[in-house]
């Protein structure tokens, strides 16, 4: 391709809203271009490499057994108001009307719809287990998208939905899926890990695994074991219980008990611990949360933090949420800094590492006052005790028990869930089993974030001058730059290289620009293609130059058969 001819509008400079090192390396390098809030148009740069991201994608689902469908964006309303899900989702689900006024959704996702299908295409388990995936575009009105492609509201998912006949066939499912992942997302080029996930809303006979993309611009926190390869979202991480870490357990020779202390507007734990010279795992923080509407008051250690989702599956709530300010004070008589577990007349669930402890400070539900040497279980009610806490750095692996945890930053690139009936049993899809008995399908569902996986890229594939694609995503294979296209020895020799290049089946990009050669050699950093062959002045004595993108040193001069030769290395023909 001539570079003179392709639309590449390359920039100095990124947009200051540009945030994420991705965001402002995609507007610079001229991949793609904002067109509304989270909706992007993909330049020619751009698609090349989302389509680089769709083979790679197709060739694994493929391989996997999966099948290609294409589905509609245009959802009707009456599908999720039979599954249930029309009401569950606020504005971030698209809602419009046709010209006979019949409402419509644009499909965020596609269970609805591919349940609704199979509903009508597949009757008996003969024609079991079944995988079915697409490469389509999904809407999410998000109320803040962000970081370019890594949170839009227009984006391209690849979600594939499998239906067995038995749970032990939905796990073979489960396994091809994740398996496929592995080989997508190594093939690619990421640095990621599969952890365990929540499975959050979508619901399901458990079994969820997300894959995360190892990036500081992540939104999401995953343990990581430093000795096994346990990895879990933040979410859900477990640690090593400590086996009665602090002190006595209570019925033991319990403390002096009870005594009031005056603790003027002093409610953080952090500056409790630092004005009481107290160390802030001797406190016992209270949470007052409503699950579902009722209040219950939630203990963890003053060096821990609530983790809700442990909360929500201990309490098997819908909804848990911290209680606003006059909910505190009707149930404690104080405000939240001075909130205590002694006497209080709604539920008590302590995190272990509460029951485990002899004794505590606690606010005394009165402005301005705590309580020292509380012994929880004596001196207050314990309801319910179990793990409601996040996992912490340097908590021990609760796999092997020997490793540390580490907290990583990950983008979710990739995530897969086990269903079991949960749609097919509201939409009625059915197939008749080996006896004849209509069963429900059970059902899993994978997806991936196609263009997240860009931005996933680009966050670990660049250096201070720009790109550096992996060699399987690059949108060129090879860069072929003339330093002076009017010298007639060099942009000869410069065609002729390309022409060969292409004729071996190498995409070749041509800066037959007439540009200075400094602005063509950042360019071509920038736009990162894996090598690059120069052309300049050795031109007359048939030798260029080659260099990696991303490598260190000067570049290699070289015969252009060595040079080509380096080309074919690189890619392995
Ligand atoms: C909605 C809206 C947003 C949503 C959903 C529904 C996320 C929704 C979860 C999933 C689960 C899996 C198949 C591919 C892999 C992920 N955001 N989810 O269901 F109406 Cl507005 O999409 N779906």
Known sequence: MRQSKLLLPTLREAPAEAEAASHRLMLRAGLIRQLAAGIYTYLPLGRKVLRKLETIIREEMDRAGAQEVLMPAMQPAELWKESGRYGVYGPELIRLQDRHEREFALGPTHEEVITSLIRDEISSYRQLPAIFYQIQTKFRDERRPRYGLLRGREFLMKDAYSFDADLESLDRSYRAMYDAYHHIFERVGLTFRAVEADAGSIGGEG???????????????????????????????????????????????????????????????????????????????TMIYKADGKPVAVLVRGDHEVNEIKLRHTLAAAEVELADDETVARVTGAQAGFAGPVGLDVPIVVDEAVALMKEGVVGANERDFHLTGIRPGIDFRIDYQGDLREAMEGDGCPRCQEGKLGFRRGIEIGHVFKLGTKYSESLGAQFADMSGVNQPFIMGCYGIGVSRLLSAALEQHHDGDGIVWPPAIAPYDVHVVPVSIKDETQSVLAEEISRRLEAEGFETLLDDRDERPGVKFKDADLIGIPIRIVVGKLAAEGKVEWKRRGATGVAAVATVEEALAAVRGLYGR
Do not use: Q, W
């Open 207 to 285: 079994g969820t695994h997300e894959f995360m993309a190892l990036a500081d611009i992540g939104e999401d926190t995953i343990a990581v074991c430093d000795s096994c390869g346990y990895a879990a979202n933040l979410e859900k991480a477990e640690y090593a219980r400590s086996a009665g870490s602090s002190g006595v357990h209570p019925d033991e020779a319990a403390g002096a008990g009870p005594s009031r202390l005056h603790t003027p507007d002093l409610r953080k734990i952090a500056e409790l611990s630092d004005a009481l010279g107290i160390p802030a795992s001797d406190f016992i923080k």
